[in-house]
């Protein structure tokens, strides 16, 4: 019969097993830059909130907070399924999954908040958004919610939805601005490549 240190030790060693296991299955996402085509995919909703879902919202988890970046759309990591992961806290302690997310806009309020974006990597720019909406997704469960988030979390919120619907925060800039990024992307990515 094991003692209580024997126990906590067990328990130790059987957590930390857990966490390594854990640690396996989650993988780091390749995120697509601008202006890849894959960026311009329409994503489908996701028809059943299955392990596989909540296995690439684990991973699009990470892949986020290793980049590190307050939000993720499907889009991104080039899976084309409507599903979005935000954590605006700044110790990475409040995942939130927003599966098949649809907006409202509610009045004609207008925030303008500085945008950048993981897959425009180093670019920031002013953009005008809707400031007051409501939300309506499913969790990882598979159960519905509603919120009316203001200020980032309404940005945000928007900025990934955009990301599922193929369209970019460069998009909002002029032509010639978003033409300036572009070029200066690609130049990048040749370098990287
Ligand atoms: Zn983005």
Redesign the pocket.
């Known amino acids: 019969m094991p003692n209580n240190l024997t126990n906590s030790t067990m328990l130790a060693v059987v957590y930390a097993r857990l966490l390594e296991t854990r640690h396996k299955q989650m993988s780091l996402l390749n995120i697509l830059e601008f202006p890849d085509p894959r960026l311009r995919t329409v994503a489908k909703p996701v028809t059943e909130v299955d392990d596989s879902v909540r296995a690439l919202v684990s991973d699009m988890l990470e892949t986020m907070y290793d980049a590190p970046g307050i939000?993720l759309?499907a889009t991104?990591v080039n899976v084309h399924q409507r599903i979005v992961v935000i954590d605006l806290s700044e110790d990475a302690s409040k995942p939130q999954v927003f599966i098949n997310p649809e907006i409202e806009v509610l009045d004609d309020a207008i925030c303008e908040t500085q945008e950048g974006?993981?897959?425009?990597p180093g670019f920031y720019e002013t953009i005008d958004r809707p400031e007051h909406i409501r939300l309506k997704a499913l969790d990882q469960d598979g159960k519905p919610f509603e919120m009316e988030p203001d200020g980032l979390m309404a940005v945000c919120i928007q900025?990934?939805i955009d990301?599922l619907n193929g369209k970019?925060?460069v998009d909002y800039l002029s032509a010639f601005k978003r033409d300036r990024i572009k070029k200066k992307l690609e130049k990048l990515q040749r370098k990287k490549n």
Do not use: R, T
């Open positions: 939000g759309a991104q974006c993981l897959s425009v900025h990934e990301h970019l925060f």
